[in-house]
């Protein structure tokens, strides 16, 4: 699967990680690349980073409904008042607890960061 990731620069609260879960499984039920619906799932991952995958054996994901995401996305964090473009922002798991901090080389094999490909990687990093 192919997998956005957006890490949020700080923590949202428990109302703002619903706000942010419906506007995610509203976006993945009407996605579509070229008028083929995308068969997609999202989430929010410990209220501090926001997850969307696609299955692209169907259907690939074009520039435009890649920039789709962006958009949501920037949407979402204009209304809660977060930047989720901030791509130094990673979140770790430091003494079994997530942080959010400033990405560095150390952090790069085991960080969760806007530079994760797919699905199975996310999934290795967080743990699952």
Avoid: Y
């Avoid at 989430?43 to 690939?60: D, M, P, Q, T």
């Avoid at 962006?70 to 997530?98: A, I, M, P, Q």
């Avoid at 080389?105 to 996310?122: G, K």
């Amino acid at each position: 699967m192919r997998t956005w990731v957006f890490v949020a620069e700080r923590f949202l609260t428990s109302e703002e990680a619903e706000i942010a879960q419906q506007e995610l499984d509203t976006f993945v039920q009407g996605w579509q690349s070229h008028g083929t619906p995308l068969e997609a799932h999202a989430f929010c991952f410990e209220r501090a980073v926001l997850v969307i995958a696609a299955n692209e054996e169907a259907a690939k994901a074009s520039g435009c409904s890649i920039d789709k995401i962006t958009h949501c996305v920037k949407s979402l964090g204009e209304r809660l008042h977060v930047d989720f473009f901030n791509r130094f922002k990673v979140l770790v798991k430091e003494s079994n607890e997530w942080n959010i901090v400033r990405f560095s080389r150390e952090l790069h094999t085991h960080c969760i960061s806007a530079s994760i490909a797919s699905l199975d990687e996310f999934n290795e990093k967080a743990g699952n």
